[in-house]
Nanobody, 119 residues
Framework: QVQLVESGGGLVQPGGSLRLSCAAS????????MGWHRQAPGKQRELVAA???????NYADSVKGRFTISRDNAKNTVYLQMNSLKPEDTAVYYC?????????????WGQGTQVTVSS
């Protein structure tokens, strides 16, 4: 069974840091773009950051200069380093990846991990 499993969420004070990880597992032929989205209560899910297989990155304006996305292709894992966290970063963070599996290429999502920024 193909799945994305996130880890690293939690409670942090404003100005603090967290590192999220998301590992893809199962019968995967190829992994293409990977990314992180977030959804705060009462708001739509939004793209936070994305990274291509070649390492080209894209960030939401609200996180530029504070968040860094990276990936380890050997480990099928994408990371999100979050620094200088603000209360408005509080949300459930979801990773997603375009995966080529036996049936074709599809967009897969993780189950989400809660990030709470509060004093």
């Amino acid at each position: 069974q193909v799945q994305l499993v996130e880890s690293g969420g939690g409670l942090v004070q404003p100005g603090g840091s967290l590192r999220l990880s998301c590992a893809a597992s199962g019968s995967i032929f190829s992994i293409y773009a990977m990314g992180w989205h977030r959804q705060a209560p009462g708001k739509q899910r939004e793209l936070v950051a994305a990274i291509t297989t070649g390492g080209i990155t894209n960030y939401a304006d609200s996180v530029k200069g504070r968040f860094t996305i990276s990936r380890d292709n050997a480990k099928n894992t994408v990371y999100l380093q979050m620094n200088s966290l603000k209360p408005e970063d509080t949300a459930v963070y979801y990773c997603n990846a375009a995966l080529r599996v036996e049936a074709g290429t599809f967009d897969f999502w993780g189950q989400g991990t809660q990030v709470t920024v509060s004093s």
